[in-house]
C-alpha cells in the first residue's frame, strides 16, 4: 500500500544494509515535489515556495533520500508534447470536432477524470490526450536517465512523488506504468501533501524549523535570482495555456503567450484575439475563444472544465454531439489541483473557510513566476 510508512521502510532497510557492509544493495531513493504540493505548504507554513523546495529537500536528505526534483521540470516536457499532439490531430481532422474525428482533445492528467471516463463513458476515450502526467513523465526520466547515468537498472531506484491528490497513488499503480523487464513502475510510491506533512510530525520534525538546502539539478529555477518557476495558468498545469499560444502560432500564424491566455483567464487583461467567458458565470467552467486577426472568428474554442458536476455537463454534450470544442482542460476536483483532496486543509472546516483556502492556495502557486518552454 503507498504511504509514507512505505518510504520510511525503504529508507530504513538502506540504513541496515549500509551498515552492513551491503550499500550496493541499497535503493537509490529520489523524491519528485508537485509545485502543486509546494503551494500548500507554502500557505500553513507561511513562506515563500522557494524557502519551502529547499527545506523539503533538506528534510528528505537527513532521511536518507538522495535526490529531490520538480515535477514541474517534466511538465514542460508534457507541454511541448501535448501542443504537438493538438496540432496534429486537429491538422487530421481539419478542425471538425465530434464522432470519428481527432478532436476534440481531452486533457488526460488528472487521474481521477480518466479513471471516471473508463469505468462509465468509454465513449469519450478515443479523445483522451495520449501524452503522460509530469508525474509519469518524471517516473520515466528517473528509472531511464538518472538510472543510466547512475550506471544502476532501474529497478535499483525506489521513486517516490509527493502530489496533491490521492488519485494518484491510482495512476502510479497503472500496468501502463510497469516495466516487466525490470519489474518496477516508474513511481514506486505516492505520497499526498498531507502525507509529507504528518510523517514530519511524526518523526518531530517541521518545516518551520528545517534548514534550507540548496536544490539539485532537475528543479526548474531561475538561476540568476534562485527562485522557483512554473508554467503560465491554473494549477490544473497549464496545458489550456500552451496548447492554445502553441497552437495559434503553428496553425494560424498567430502570436499570442501562455501568459496572455492566462490572465485573460484570471480576467487581468483583455486582448483583442481572445474571448474569455464563464458558462453560466461558473469560474470552473471557461471558455476561450482565439479570433482571427482579419475577420474576428472563432479559429480555436478551448475549454477548462473543473468538478465533476461539470464533467457530467461535458460528457453529455460530447456524446450527443452538441460539444464545440477543440481541446479541453479537464480536472475532476472543483478550483482544480489546488483544491485536490491530498491538500493541506484548513483548521476551520467551514465552507466558506475551505473555499478562501483554496483561493489562497490557487493565488500562491499562480504568482510564482512563469517560464514556458522551448517550443523544439
Not at 483522451?128 to 547512475?150: C, H
Not at 486577426?293 to 464533467?311: D, E, I, M, S
Amino acid at each position: 500500500m503507498q504511504s509514507h510508512h512505505e518510504l520510511l521502510s525503504v529508507l530504513d532497510e538502506n540504513l541496515k544494509l549500509r551498515s552492513a557492509g551491503k550499500a550496493d544493495q541499497a535503493k537509490h531513493v529520489v523524491v519528485t515535489v508537485a509545485p502543486q504540493s509546494r503551494a500548500s505548504l507554502s500557505l500553513k507554513y507561511k513562506m515563500s515556495t522557494l524557502s519551502v523546495a529547499k527545506r523539503m529537500t533538506g528534510l528528505f536528505k537527513d532521511m536518507g533520500v538522495d535526490n529531490v526534483f520538480d515535477s514541474a521540470f517534466t511538465r514542460d516536457l508534457t507541454l511541448v508534447e501535448s501542443a504537438r499532439e493538438f496540432v496534429q490531430r486537429y491538422s487530421r481532422s481539419e478542425g471538425k470536432v465530434g464522432e470519428n474525428q481527432s478532436l476534440p482533445v481531452l486533457a488526460s492528467w488528472c487521474p481521477g477524470w480518466v479513471c471516471y471516463a473508463e469505468k462509465t463513458h468509454a465513449e469519450v476515450l478515443p479523445w483522451m490526450s495520449t501524452v503522460k502526467s509530469p508525474q509519469q513523465t518524471m517516473g520515466t526520466v528517473v528509472k531511464s536517465y538518472i538510472a543510466n547515468k547512475l550506471g544502476i537498472t532501474p529497478d535499483r531506484i525506489y521513486h517516490v512523488a509527493v502530489m496533491m491528490c490521492y488519485d494518484k497513488k491510482l495512476e502510479a499503480s497503472r500496468d501502463d506504468f510497469y516495466n516487466d523487464i525490470y519489474k518496477t513502475r516508474e513511481v514506486d510510491c505516492v505520497v499526498t501533501t498531507g502525507e509529507f506533512d504528518r510523517m514530519m510530525a511524526e518523526k518531530g520534525l517541521s518545516l518551520s524549523d528545517a534548514p534550507e538546502t540548496a536544490l539539485d539539478s532537475l528543479f526548474k529555477t531561475d538561476q540568476a535570482s534562485g527562485s522557483t518557476l512554473t508554467s503560465s495558468g491554473t494549477s490544473a498545469g497549464g496545458g489550456l495555456e500552451y496548447v492554445m499560444s502553441y497552437a495559434a502560432r503553428a496553425l494560424f500564424g498567430i502570436e499570442i503567450t501562455p501568459d496572455q491566455v492566462a490572465a485573460a483567464g484570471r480576467g487581468e487583461i483583455q486582448h483583442p484575439l481572445l474571448q474569455v467567458k464563464a458558462v453560466r458565470n461558473q469560474s470552473d467552467h471557461r471558455e476561450f475563444l482565439l479570433l482571427d486577426p482579419a475577420t474576428g472568428q472563432p479559429r480555436l474554442q478551448f475549454a477548462a472544465v473543473y468538478g465533476f458536476r461539470h464533467l457530467q455537463n461535458l460528457v453529455r454534450k460530447l456524446k450527443s454531439g452538441r460539444s464545440v470544442y477543440h481541446y479541453v482542460e479537464v480536472a475532476a476536483c472543483p478550483s482544480a489541483c489546488s483544491n485536490g483532496g491530498g491538500q493541506i486543509q484548513p483548521e476551520d472546516p467551514s465552507p466558506a473557510a475551505k473555499k478562501q483556502w483554496v483561493a489562497e492556495t490557487e493565488h500562491i502557486y499562480t504568482s510564482t513566476e512563469s517560464t514556458q518552454p522551448p517550443d523544439q
